[in-house]
């Protein structure tokens, strides 16, 4: 009994009207009728009145026949605003909905409407010329359907100073979960509104935050990032854009025979000149004189940091009396490339025994940056040690012992010699210990002399140079038998690298 009586208001009220286009409804003052389309199709608004009553009809209440008594204007606007659009739409004929143009008589509610194709899932149509736009274009505050019906009724949700408000206003989320990688607003749009990106760890992120790219096509001389940041000089010179040169020295020509060229001992000129562009000059400041003069070599390992040798401080380790040179060929002369720097740090390698000469190894910083370019270019830190067959070359500004000219920077060939045979020579008899190694030609000859200490025994291996060593000893120069000795730079590889974070 009870069921029966709610079933029957239903259907009294809401009666359904179903896939009919261009159809008439008229719904009687009280009344509530959904108007509705199929799947897929829209209603559009033809016109819709209320308190005109053209046609006979069989409202209860409509008793009293009225002619046409004024505008009904504003009941089209309101049914268009209600329905217009929607798959299915319920109206309510009231006098509390719609204006009566004529108050006191019985009013109805008629509504013409068509069913029009959809807009897809995708799309939001526009209420007034049903025209589809994107969804997301709903709500972002500029109106793109000409009514500006996709910025109707867009939830104007208020979001704390903590929070994100979703791009389509549905919500407010916590700051934390915006670009979080997960999804929290409906439209994604906590994950895509101006998250940094993110790149993997094998990937370089360009400055400009726009692009990842493999770490191998950092400082590889082509320009991937927009912004040219992968090859910046600032991130190439951290970044272990190391060891190679844009210059490259040709070491085998007449003039330089490969184990017969003069200093160093026995070496030859640097050619073309600034090919060891990590190749850095150490002046000592000559309280005497006032001047700076030429006193030992260094390997630049950064714009801001180069590495010598610790005994090379023996005279002064007071920063203020030290000047760094980069891009430097000549000995004594001023040159266009030369990059002249202050040492503002020496920091030598902890030595506990009493052999200076062993772990002769110190760190020096700049006052500022050296420029990274053709003349100036770090050389990488070793990655393991040196090897009997390596490829190396010693350069340095020290004493030719009267084998040519002392006012260019010279370079040798120099091969590694095993370490038990070295200790087993005469002279140098069990004085190598694990932090130096030897290097030399049996017959001499070709050496590291006076004034080549703290420079670079550099080792190419797959197309770049390590600092291998540096110049820190021996027993006279260039003699039969006696192979210079050299700090081994792999032992000190993770004290330099923490040195050069400080
Ligand atoms: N101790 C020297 C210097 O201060 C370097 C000597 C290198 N000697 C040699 N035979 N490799 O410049």
């Not at 401080?313 to 266009?336: Q, V």
Request: hydrophobic fraction near 30%.
């Amino acid at each position: 009994m009870h069921i029966f009586i709610v079933f029957s208001l239903f259907i009294a009220f809401t009666t359904l009207v179903e896939n009919i286009e261009g159809k008439r409804v008229a719904i009687c003052q009280g009344d509530r009728q959904t108007i509705s389309c199929k799947k897929n199709r829209r209603l559009q608004i033809m016109t819709a009145t209320y308190g005109l009553r053209r046609t006979r009809n069989k409202c209860r209440n409509a008793n009293r026949a009225v002619s046409w008594c004024g505008k009904t204007n504003n009941a089209k606007t309101k049914v268009i605003q209600l329905c217009q659009s929607k798959q299915d739409c319920e109206l309510f004929s009231s006098n509390r909905v719609f204006r009566d143009p004529c108050p006191g008589t019985s009013v109805i509610l008629t509504v013409v409407f068509r069913c029009v194709r959809g807009c897809n899932k995708n799309k939001f149509q526009c209420v007034g010329n049903l025209k589809c736009i994107p969804k997301s274009k709903r709500c972002d505050g500029k109106k793109d359907c000409k009514d500006g019906s996709d910025e109707d009724n867009c939830t104007t949700v208020q979001c704390k100073s903590n929070e994100f408000k979703c791009k389509n206003g549905e919500k407010c989320i916590p700051i934390t979960k915006k670009c979080d990688g997960y999804k929290d607003c409906s439209d994604n749009s906590d994950e895509l509104a101006n998250c940094p990106l993110k790149c993997r760890a094998n990937q370089f992120k360009c400055n400009d935050g726009k692009k990842c790219i493999p770490n191998n096509r950092k400082c590889n001389g082509n320009t991937d990032c927009a912004d040219g940041s992968d090859e910046a000089s600032a991130i190439c010179k951290i970044a272990g854009a190391c060891g190679v040169q844009q210059i490259k020295p040709k070491l085998e020509r007449p003039d330089c025979p490969k184990l017969e060229a003069l200093r160093i001992v026995g070496g030859c000129d640097v050619r073309p000149p600034h090919s060891w562009p990590w190749t850095i000059q150490l002046r000592l400041n000559d309280a005497d004189t006032k001047t700076f003069n030429h006193e030992c070599g260094a390997a630049l390992l950064s714009e801001s940091f180069a590495l010598t040798a610790s005994h090379c401080f023996l005279s002064s380790d007071n920063p203020k009396d030290w000047k760094a040179i980069g891009g430097r060929h000549l000995k004594d002369t001023n040159e266009a490339n030369n990059q002249a720097r202050d040492v503002i740090k020496i920091v030598k390698f902890p030595n506990d025994g009493d052999n200076i000469l062993d772990k002769d190894v110190a760190i020096i910083k700049f006052d500022k940056p050296m420029t990274i370019n053709a003349y100036v270019t770090p050389i990488c830190l070793p990655v393991r040690e040196p090897a009997v067959n390596d490829e190396c070359v010693v350069a340095g500004w020290g004493d030719v012992q009267e084998t040519g000219n002392e006012d260019k920077l010279k370079n040798t060939v120099m091969p590694i010699v095993d370490t038990n045979k070295c200790n087993g020579t005469e002279d140098l008899k069990d004085q190598i210990t694990p932090y130096m190694f030897c290097a030399g030609f049996q017959q001499g000859k070709n050496d590291a002399c006076q004034g080549d200490s703290g420079g670079p025994l550099m080792c190419k291996y797959r197309n770049s140079w390590y600092l291998q060593g540096l110049v820190s000893w021996g027993v006279d120069c260039a003699q039969p038998m006696l192979p210079g000795v050299y700090a081994n730079v792999f032992k000190f590889v993770s004290w330099i690298r923490n040195q050069m974070e400080l």
